[in-house]
């Protein structure tokens, strides 16, 4: 009893102390055996430059994270404010994805790419960690696709969206 | 030498990728055979709040990032606009650190702990797992300091830091 306790008190400081942690806003999208899946994530994180490497985490149990949590190769999409409507699509589980309206397309390799103002990363999945129920992912960046257009930079806290400018800028 | 020069460029396309995705801030110390140690990281990511996990990399190759990568618990303290300061000291691999000057403490178990106005998360590491001359880390959140008072999110973004307020949200 007093062990569940403080189990529940740990989460909850551990939600409010990320609630709190600002984070950029990515999806994640791959190519499965039911066709296309995505999900909007925010641990995604460079590793290293030379080799171009990156890591993210999945809560691999069910639905797109768990055919994601599959797939040999990813496209992560890095979102800027013009993408924000695309955010909250693939962050609720029961939005329609990969409609007729969405404007994505497949590269060359099979892997769904979106229609966005950020870059995209075409990644090789080289590891898969077990945490807790969690997945943490280390890959690969093969190929870039450069934004043509590059939005303003967005980011998550305290389940809102920002935009960074000079209006957020401290002074160095 | 056409190998060369395709991985110099996905190398300066990813830098300027990540650059351009903003992140929160922390600093993540432990103690070291030669003393405390810490560095500023923009990768810490939560896994999974039950249990309490979270993951970020270093580039473990020498100094304070090396003397990390080898400890069995570590200290991440999530910064906030008010530890701007010890954000850019523990970014800067010459400034002096854990000085007479610099508000620290010693956890009971040990590790150091920096005065800051976040939360601070004592970890025990669970894996490490190599990506390049990197290493992708993560570990499960044992004890929250919460703090007294919260300052105000940070971010950085494109080599510099961040405000976010109701100047910065979108309308939803």
Redesign the interface.
């Known amino acids: 009893m007093t062990v569940q306790l403080q ?1 529940s008190r ?2 909850r ?6 609630g ?5 806003v ?1 999806i994640i999208t791959a190519d499965s055996a039911t066709g296309p899946v995505g999900i909007t994530a ?16 999945l ?1 691999a149990g069910t639905g797109s994270a768990a055919a994601l949590a599959k797939a040999d190769s990813v496209v992560v999409h ?1 979102l800027r ?1 013009e993408d ?1 409507e695309l955010a909250k699509s693939f962050a609720n589980s029961s939005s329609e994805r990969f409609t007729g309206s969405m404007a994505w397309t497949r590269l060359d390799t099979g892997e769904p790419l979106l229609a966005h103002t ?2 995209a ?1 075409r990644c090789k999945v ?2 898969r ?1 077990p ?4 997945l ?1 992912l ?1 890959a690969e ?1 093969l ?2 696709i ?1 934004a043509e257009t ?1 939005g303003e ?3 998550y ?2 389940r ?6 000079g ?4 002074p ?1």
Chains 1, 2 share one sequence.
């Open positions: 189990e740990l989460a400081d551990f939600k409010a102390a990320f709190a942690h600002p984070a950029g990515s925010s641990s995604v994180a460079s590793v290293s430059a030379e080799p171009a490497l990156l890591a993210f985490s809560a890095l404010v924000l950020g870059h990363l080289l590891s960690t945490a807790g129920s969690s943490l280390a960046v190929e870039i450069v590059c930079p967005m980011v806290h305290s809102a969206f920002h935009r960074l400018g209006h957020s800028i401290l160095s």
